[in-house]
């Protein structure tokens, strides 16, 4: 693999020969600035275990080494990467796997570690959803997972992501990730702030990527750093967990921002050491006890987490000026909810106490039940998933709920020429048709969609927006 010279302003340089700690060589951090970066990929426990996942590809002679703070992360070799993208396999289109750089699955370890628990959490800044998968994952799809996105063009991407790896306890909103302390004093149990940042851990993928750098930049995006982590900090509720990461190197962006918030709140913030996060950790830690990763420590990108522990409360921020305005969704009643999900049983769908039924005109939705008492409090782009469309004939299921609530009943396996007909968006003729009048077809024992019987055929309902082109999956039919 090849890569362009890249970009390191003088500046910079000088920044990180002061910045980095003594036991680590300087030549080593320019060699691994100037390496291509290694690609790593997270298995999606909540659709296939991780020894399921690697009997699975093992024909296919990935090597898969194991991410030493992630038990579900891989760096991965292959050699048939040109030829067929990682993104366009079988097992990431139906959400077994998340392309992901394995520094970044750091903060959600952090987040979830000694045996942490939270039962609501909110992710600050979530696009494109590496880190909001994998927190949901860790959540088991129980408890609710607020995921905020500042962006309006990257909610889209956020939402299809967290759709295809079969997520329900998620509520998106679209805000400046600075309203939280006001609008949500207090609500969560544990925190992720992945602030936007100057990404001078990220010239590995972009060698481009320090063309605007400057140390003026830096201190002003440090600025909306601090307002953020603030933010963030009144949103915890007392007990709670708050890990503030950024993907770049100087102390200006990370270990001051951390800093200058424990001299805010002195009594109120406790720095929890990460040096015992996995085997190793200690080579990246700083004397505070944040994890400080300089791309050759352990040859991924430049990375900083710090974990902190809200102690007690703090005085409560002035009330937000903005309007949530009013919510569109109704529970559904009792009554109702039983044959909607009755109906839902006998198609194969089924879901737990932690999700409820809300309706809004024709539209059926299963809202987490921990989401609620912060309804009316911000304005949500969606809230959960979409199970079905009424109609005159009963319900229209949707995909994303087919995707997320499938079980063992009403499946029909699809071969591999089968399924990638499916990916395409066309009907599929099998030799032998399922016996109802629809099925959930699966492909590798995995929910891609439902399917209705048409004479011969099986009705394709694949998103017309998610529908593939060309070449498709590992290779030919012979590995299935």
């Known amino acids: 693999m090849t890569q362009r010279p890249v970009y390191l302003p003088e500046d910079f340089l000088v920044q990180m020969r002061q910045a ?34 690697l009997t699975l590809v093992a024909p296919y002679g990935w090597q898969l080494t194991p991410v030493p703070w992630c038990e579900e992360g891989f760096w991965i070799e292959r050699d048939d990467e040109e030829a067929l993208p990682l993104g366009i396999t079988a097992e990431h289109l139906s959400g077994l796997f998340y392309i992901q750089e394995a520094s970044s699955m750091l903060p959600v370890a952090a987040l979830f570690a ?34 905020n996105e500042f962006s309006a063009s990257r909610v889209k991407v956020l939402h299809a992501n967290i759709s295809r790896c079969g997520i329900s306890n998620v509520a998106l909103t679209h805000f400046d990730g600075r309203v939280f302390g006001a ?36 201190q002003a995006i440090a600025a909306t750093q601090r307002e953020l982590i603030t933010s963030a900090f009144h949103a915890l509720r007392p007990g709670g967990t708050l890990v503030y990461s950024t993907c770049t190197l100087n102390r200006d962006e990370n270990e001051a921002v951390c800093l200058w918030l424990k001299a805010q709140y002195p009594n109120e ?32 990108e430049g990375f900083f987490v710090a974990r902190l522990r809200k102690i007690a409360s703090v005085e409560p921020l002035p009330a937000p000026t903005f309007k949530p305005g009013t919510f569109p969704f109704m529970p559904v009643r009792n009554k109702e909810a039983a044959l909607i999900t009755a109906a839902a049983n006998r198609s ?6 932690h999700l409820r ?39 229209r299921w949707q995909h994303e709920a087919v995707v997320a609530l499938a079980g063992d009943s009403n499946c029909f396996e699809l071969s591999w020429q089968e399924a990638e007909e499916w990916y395409r968006g066309r009907d599929v003729y099998p030799e032998v048709m ?28 694949y998103p017309r927006e998610l529908v593939r082109d060309g070449r498709l999956f590992t290779g030919n039919a012979e590995k299935g």
């Open 20 to 53: 980095m700690p003594e036991h680590l060589s300087f030549d080593a951090f320019i060699a691994a600035c100037q390496r291509p970066l290694r690609r790593s990929i997270r298995v999606n426990t909540l659709k296939i275990s991780v020894s399921d996942f």
């Open 114 to 147: 000694d045996g942490e628990s939270p039962t609501r959490v909110m992710d600050v800044a979530a696009a494109p959803g590496s880190k909001t998968t994998q927190i949901a994952a860790r959540m088991g799809n129980q408890g609710a997972l607020l995921a």
């Open 269 to 300: 913030v406790e720095f929890l050491p990460l040096d015992g996060l996995f085997a190793g950790a200690k080579e990246a830690t700083t004397p505070e006890g944040f994890l400080h990763v300089f791309p050759q420590i352990f040859d991924c």
């Open 348 to 353: 194969g769908l089924n879901w737990g106490d």
């Open 357 to 395: 039924l809300w309706q809004r005109d024709k539209e059926i939705w299963l809202f987490p039940v921990e989401m609620e008492p912060l309804i009316g409090k911000v304005r949500f782009s969606r809230i959960g998933i979409r199970l079905a469309e009424v109609h005159n004939k009963g319900y």
């Open 434 to 461: 399922p016996t109802g009048d629809d099925a959930i077809v699966t492909f590798q024992g995995i929910p891609i969609g439902l399917a209705k019987k048409v004479g011969s055929r099986l009705k394709n309902s």
């Open 183 to 218: 609008a949500l004093p207090e609500a969560f149990d544990a925190i992720l702030l992945d602030a936007p940042c100057s990404g001078e851990g990220v010239v590995r993928k972009d060698p481009d990527a320090l063309k605007n750098w400057s140390v003026e930049s830096n």
